[in-house]
């Protein structure tokens, strides 16, 4: 069936330092593929997304990159700060139906 | 908009009660997820539904749980009897005409 497989699962940068999450995924009909950003205790958040057309995007400090051909995207936060501190997932869904397939998420931590 | 309402924010029941959470979309969106989080098994989909039909139910865990939505501001996620490994915090999250997902604060569940 189709997956999203999400890495790393744990990742800890230094402050101000660059942080890569990385994803792919199985389905090539996918066309869609947001970034949700959840700190403890609290609800899932989109963050950023990358449809299929695009091959990257940038918000600030964070970027998302798509390549189609090798069905994988990245998540790219630049000068780490402690609030980005927070489990990271990724997902996917087609232009079919809206349901995502969300990666297994990846705690970001940041060392001050 | 308030955004996504859900009640109770947190319950603790005993093994073989019933309990019923409860979600309030935002106005006007037609899509609403009901997922189950977990440390063990991360976000999980456990039903959608689509202008109140369910659309895909294939993540109910087994016969205890149910869902229902009986118009476009209200669902109900029910499970009967209770077992302590459906602790878990649900979220409910509804979509309206873009892909993103606006997820509500969920409910922390313990069934001791």
């Known amino acids: 069936g189709e997956n999203v497989e999400q890495h790393p699962s744990t990742l800890s940068v230094q402050e101000g330092d660059s942080a890569v999450i990385k994803c792919t995924y199985s389905?090539?009909?996918?066309?869609?593929f947001p970034w949700y950003k959840q700190e403890l205790g609290k609800r899932p958040q989109l963050i950023i997304d990358?449809?299929?057309n695009v091959g990257e995007k940038k918000d600030q400090r964070i970027a998302v990159t798509l390549n189609k051909t090798a069905k994988h995207f990245s998540l790219h936060i630049t000068e780490t700060q402690p609030e980005d501190s927070a489990v990271y997932f990724c997902?996917?869904?087609?232009?079919?139906?809206?349901?995502?397939?969300w990666g297994a998420g990846t705690k970001l931590i940041i060392k001050p | 908009d308030a955004g996504v309402i859900q009640s109770p924010r947190h319950e603790v029941t005993e093994m073989g009660q019933e309990v019923t959470l409860r979600c309030k979309p935002i106005?006007?969106?037609?899509?609403l997820f009901w997922y189950r989080q977990t440390m063990m098994r991360g976000l999980e989909l456990l039903i959608y539904?689509?202008?109140?039909?369910?659309?895909?139910d294939s993540g109910m865990p087994e016969d205890r749980f149910s869902a229902k939505m009986p118009n476009a501001s209200f669902s109900t996620l029910k499970i009967q009897p209770s077992e302590p490994r459906d602790s878990a915090v649900y979220f409910c999250?509804?979509?309206?005409?873009?892909?993103?997902?606006?997820f509500g604060p969920g409910t922390r569940l313990t069934v001791l």
């Open positions: 539904f689509n202008n109140n039909v369910p659309i895909d």
């Open positions: 997902a996917a869904s087609k232009r079919s139906n809206y349901q995502l397939i």
């Open positions: 106005s006007g969106h037609d899509y």
């Open positions: 389905d090539s009909a996918s066309n869609y």
């Open positions: 990358i449809r299929s």
């Open positions: 999250a509804s979509l309206g005409g873009y892909n993103e997902q606006f």
